[in-house]
């Protein structure tokens, strides 16, 4: 039996702090529920760095979300849990983050049928063990793989939001004025 503590790692106002809350309770940012629609799950705790990225582009669309520590190799049971979980408690979407042997992913994905998207981590190989390790799942587990590092991180939560967006047209209204600012920036942008 695995413990029923998950760790998350919660932002306040002195920084960045790793906490263990309950199974059932998780702790979830944006208003406009109080389920946690995105899960942002990585190996390690110095994965954080790298994966902010995620959770602060789902704070800016107001995504609902948390973020928690959790090992395919480390702690197996809890990884396990966590993924067999994570659709009865109204998670739409995981995105899972590791590095060098990279299994998070392929492990989550393995318990659960929705959309997982893995992040590779840098590494001592410069990431690409983790890119390989993270895309290339055997046909029938299905993981999308996004790029290493923080763009990964960054397009792992718009993907997500993408996903979401189907079925919640204030949130596609929200990506198409991303995209348009996005735009607009690099139209108006000057060279020195
Ligand atoms: C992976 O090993 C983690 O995802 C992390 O990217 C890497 C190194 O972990 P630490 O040794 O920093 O905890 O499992």
Redesign the pocket.
Known sequence: MVSAGIHLIRENDTGTELATFNFNMPRTKGLKTSKSLVAVV??????WDTMRAAAETLEKFGVAHEAQVM????TPGLATQFAANADSRGVEVIIA??????H?AGVIAAHTTLPVLGVP?T?ALNGLD?LLSTVQMPGGIPVGTLAIGKAGATNAALLAIAILANSRPELKKKLRDFRAEQEKKIREAKLD
């Open positions: 990585m190996g390690s705790k110095s994965d090992s395919a190799h480390r983050a590791a590095g060098g042997a990279a998070l981590m590494s983790s």
